[in-house]
């Protein structure tokens, strides 16, 4: 059975970095053979500065993350945390998430990739009751953006999440 892994993006700003990456880890994750889908927080939220969401779309994404066997989400580090937006999205729900697998992806311009945002989102994701995977992609000086480098780092997180969805699955 194919796992449904939806790939959830820290920011709605036109043209971040973080969806570039985010829509590389998409392509990737759908050639692991996960069944995915990105979510972008901007397509999602009436307003990013209270997270209000319509009830058609809260429903709608609602579905969306019960039929998730996990989660990946891609988000940038603002001053050593994630977007404000993120946690507005993330906060909209809580029976969906639990018990769930999530990797993380943390995406910086400068050298260790999201690190300090990965272990602060980590914490917030335990408050969820899911389950943060030990695997994490730091997508580090993401201006100078090279593929390559990071398919190996992704495919151990992958590996993580197909070990998690199926004995969860169980």
């Known amino acids: 059975m ?6 959830i993006l820290g920011t709605g700003r036109k043209g971040s970095n973080s969806l570039k990456v985010a829509n590389f880890v998409l392509k990737e994750a759908q ?6 889908q ?8 009436d307003s990013p500065f209270t997270g209000e969401m319509k009830e058609e779309k809260r429903n709608k ?9 996990g989660f990946i989400i891609v988000s940038p580090e603002y001053n050593h945390s994630f977007p404000g937006e993120l946690k507005l999205l993330l906060d909209n729900f809580y029976e969906e998430y639990k018990e769930k697998p999530v990797g993380i ?4 311009i400068g050298m260790i990739g999201g690190a300090r ?11 969820f009751s899911m389950i ?4 994490a992609v730091y997508f580090s000086n993401v201006s100078d953006f090279d593929e390559e480098k990071f398919k190996e ?18």
């Open 38 to 45: 990105l979510i972008n927080p901007r397509d999602w939220l």
């Open 105 to 108: 992806c943390g995406v910086s």
């Open 61 to 69: 994404l609602s579905e969306i993350f019960q039929k998730a066997n």
């Open 153 to 170: 780092p992704l495919k151990n997180l992958f590996d993580e999440l197909k070990h998690y969805c199926e004995k969860l699955a169980k």
């Open 132 to 135: 943060p995977l030990k695997n």
């Open 31 to 36: 050639s692991y053979g996960f069944d995915s």
């Open 2 to 7: 194919k796992s449904f892994i939806p790939i």
């Open 117 to 127: 945002m990965v272990e602060q989102l980590r914490l917030v994701c335990l408050e």
